[in-house]
């Protein structure tokens, strides 16, 4: 079966650079969700798009973005990197439509910044 | 303030043995409950989902309980297996849609 489809797999930037992480949902799947997880940290939810609308909002920096495109296929755009991004960012996808609430998440894309 | 707690940051138990792993939640009123297993450095990966109305639901060797009332889950893994061995997060969501708020998590050890 499809599964969730994150694009880079690793990624090194230096500080106060950009990046853009993408996220291919399963398909048929209508939201999105981006959750941050550092070192020894449970997964922390940055911003999710429902029908390529934003649906929610969690503890995201200003100095990044997201949105969802019409294909469903969603990018994390995130700017002035600093050395506290060093993450692992995951994507999730779910089906609200089917009424399936569990959330199906892809392989995570490990941002380091130096 | 709100906070989701599990019973342990680390289990270590017996081949063959049941784990019990326990979620406890505080100034939530969560709709649905969730656990999931993440391996290091891989995402997590959905295993039960159970709703507010619902006490309990089993799959194959997995088993999670919902006390709304003691605002507390459980999460038994029978006959349990050393593949067993991975970090378990319990998690809460408000609404189908809504974002899931995962506990810190339990990493769980099956010794052969």
């Known amino acids: 079966a499809a599964g969730v489809i994150q694009s880079p797999r690793h990624l090194i930037k230096e500080k106060r650079e950009t990046a853009t992480l993408k996220c291919y949902p399963i398909?048929?799947?209508?939201?999105v969700y981006w959750y941050q997880q550092g070192p020894g940290q449970d997964p922390q939810f940055l911003i999710s798009?429902?029908?390529?609308?934003?649906?929610d909002k969690g503890s995201i920096p200003d100095r990044f973005s997201a949105q969802q495109f019409s294909d469903y296929h969603s990018e994390l755009n995130m700017s002035s990197l600093e050395l506290g991004d060093s993450a692992l960012y995951f994507c999730?996808?779910?089906?609200?439509?089917?009424?399936?609430?569990?959330?199906?998440f892809g392989p995570g894309t490990r941002l380091t910044v130096t | 303030s709100q906070k989701i707690e599990q019973n342990s940051e680390a289990l270590n138990i017996q081949e063959g043995k049941t784990a019990t792993l326990t979620c406890n939640y505080t100034?939530?009123?969560?709709?649905?409950l969730q656990w999931y297993r993440q391996d290091p450095g891989r995402g997590p990966v959905f295993l039960l989902l159970?709703?507010?109305?619902?006490k309990e639901k089993r799959k194959e060797r997995l088993k999670v309980t919902f006390d709304t009332t003691l605002k507390q889950s459980l999460f038994h893994i029978t006959a349990s297996q050393p593949a067993d061995s991975a970090t378990y997060l319990c998690?809460?969501?408000?609404?189908?849609?809504?974002?899931?708020?995962f506990g810190s998590g339990t990493r769980l050890s099956i010794r052969p």
């Open positions: 999730a996808s779910s089906s609200q439509s089917s009424g399936s609430y569990e959330q199906y």
């Open positions: 398909p048929r799947h209508d939201t």
């Open positions: 798009f429902y029908e390529k609308m934003q649906s």
């Open positions: 100034n939530y009123s969560p709709a649905y």
């Open positions: 159970i709703r507010e109305n619902e």
């Open positions: 998690a809460l969501s408000y609404s189908s849609a809504s974002k899931i708020i």
